[in-house]
């Protein structure tokens, strides 16, 4: 099973670092204040887990697809 990201949105600071890193995974949805996921398979595992160790609010996990 292949592992896809996801943010828990009421945790989310909308810092944007994982925008920064990831921004073919992650956007900011400035409407509802919290970054969410657009395209869990826009960058490769490695790079997601960076946007996951740069999150302050440690919002950003894995899940199985």
């Not at 592992?3 to 956007?27: M, T």
């Not at 970054?35 to 490695?46: L, S």
Request: net charge negative; hydrophobic share 35%; proline share 6%.
């Amino acid at each position: 099973m292949a592992k896809i990201p996801y943010i828990e949105s009421e945790e989310c600071l909308a810092c944007g670092s994982c925008v920064d890193v990831c921004p073919d995974v992650f956007q900011m949805n400035k409407t509802l204040g919290f970054a969410e996921v657009v395209n869990p398979q826009g960058a490769g595992e490695d790079e997601i887990q960076e946007a996951i160790d740069m999150c302050p609010a440690q919002c950003i996990h894995w899940k199985e697809e």
